[in-house]
């Protein structure tokens, strides 16, 4: 008989939208009438920008005649978006990404989830707790952990912890790892880290020759001065980091589907032989031979965001986001809450009252409020105690929902 990758029955089950749903409906039987809003959603709500769409409606003409008909088109990207993204992203940054350095993709999901496959299955991999599950996850199917324990964590793997008492900045791990995932700015906790703490994990990565695997799927929300929007900002960082991006928290794409990769040709890795070989002809390898290339509508699509108008819409989408996130922010430090993030990201970390368990936070909030969030601890066990709102939601639900903690939650 055939047997399974015993690695997946390692994982529990994708437990927390779950079970958020089903206290949700739960609640919602019992109480038909309760205005329930949500703050919990991790998605994008606001149409894609017009010059998008614009686009893409004159990409899918071009699809209707044999003379400007798209079939497969390079694996690695159309250079029109790729010299788009380089130019703006990196090159008006003073930072210098060659074309064949960087990999469209059909989101960083797959990409975050994926680059695991290019490294050796030996590798000691360093997470940030709490953090987006697919590093820890996608580690876990490849063999790279140990079992799940008894305190939540899984054999083998190196947590690095972020919380309040480390201002959300994770200390160097005391072992050496070789692989390092950090999320910039992060979720769930919506913080960052300054051009001076990254600095610390850059020089880390060099001393112990490990690569940092640097999720920047937020970067077009920072606001702060000091906080680098690509890793490459930090010197010496194209020898060692890996960056994945995505058009859908930036440009709304969560449904269209676009993200790309950057990997500098002078990171490397170690062959079982010991000769150094480039990360980089790995993943084009692996690229060319399980994907065949983003859509070209698609890709036309995302390249008009670097338009005049196309920047114009996409800051005027993620400013409507960090609005409302100011007013959640602002809401819950009137209401006596402590809050964190929502200043260069759409999240907002907030301390439960009481050192409250977050589910019961969750509970507590949904009875009392009809507000939905969600619980810290489904991100890891550091979020225990922990609760994340976001600002995805539209303003209206947003005002209404931050009067009701400020006037009808009590503790
Ligand atoms: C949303 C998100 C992504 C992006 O996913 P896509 O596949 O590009 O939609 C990546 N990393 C983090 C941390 C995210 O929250």
Redesign the pocket.
């Known amino acids: 008989m055939a047997t399974i990758n015993d690695n997946y029955l390692k994982l529990p089950g994708s437990y927390l939208f779950a079970e958020i749903a089903r206290r949700v409906a739960a609640f919602r039987k019992a109480h038909p009438e309760a205005d329930i809003i949500r703050l919990g959603i991790?998605?994008v709500t606001q149409p894609l920008p017009m010059a998008c769409i614009e686009a893409m409606h004159k990409a899918v003409d071009e699809m209707a005649h044999a003379e400007t008909f798209h079939g497969y088109g390079p694996e690695q990207g159309y250079t029109f978006l790729t010299d788009a993204i380089i130019e703006h992203n990196y090159t008006q940054r003073g930072i210098q990404i060659d074309s064949d350095e960087i990999f469209v993709?059909?989101?960083?999901?797959?990409?975050?989830g994926n680059i695991q496959e290019i490294f050796g299955t030996n590798n000691k991999v360093a997470i940030t707790d709490p953090?987006?599950p697919?590093y820890l996850d996608t580690n876990v199917m490849a063999g790279r952990t140990g079992t799940l324990k008894a305190d939540g964590h899984f054999e083998g793997v190196t947590y690095l912890p972020c919380d309040a008492s480390n201002n959300f900045a994770p200390e160097l791990p005391k072992e050496h790892v070789d692989m390092i995932y950090l999320?910039c700015p992060?979720?769930p906790t919506g913080t960052t880290l300054s051009r001076q703490e990254l600095t610390k994990w850059v020089n880390y990565a060099r001393e112990n020759q490990s690569v940092i695997l640097f999720?920047a799927?937020?970067a077009a929300y920072i606001t702060e001065d000091d906080v680098p929007r690509s890793i490459y900002e930090i010197e010496g960082a194209k020898e060692v980091a890996i960056e994945?991006r995505?058009?859908?928290?930036t440009a709304g794409?969560?449904g269209t589907?676009?993200?790309y990769t950057i990997i500098p040709k002078n990171v490397k890795g170690k062959a079982a032989d010991g000769t150094l070989v480039e990360f980089n002809k790995l993943w084009n390898r692996r690229h060319t031979t399980k994907f065949n290339g983003t859509a070209y509508i698609v890709q036309r699509g995302a390249a008009a965001i670097y338009t005049e108008e196309g920047q114009q819409q996409v800051k005027k989408t993620i400013a409507y986001y960090m609005e409302n996130a100011r007013i959640i922010r602002e809401g819950l430090q009137a209401a006596g809450i402590t809050a964190y993030g929502g200043i260069n990201a759409p999240y907002i970390w907030l301390k439960t009252p009481n050192d409250m368990p977050s589910w019961d936070f969750f509970d507590k909030l949904l009875a009392d409020v009809n507000i939905v969030g969600t619980p810290g601890a489904g991100f890891g066990p550091c979020g225990e105690g922990y609760f994340r709102l976001t600002s995805f939601g539209d303003r209206e639900n947003t005002l209404r929902a931050v009067e009701r903690i400020k006037n009808q939650l009590h503790f």
């Open positions: 991790g998605d993709s059909d989101g960083s999901k797959s990409d975050c953090v987006y697919v999320c992060n979720n999720d799927a937020y994945f995505s058009f859908s928290k794409f969560t589907r676009c993200g």
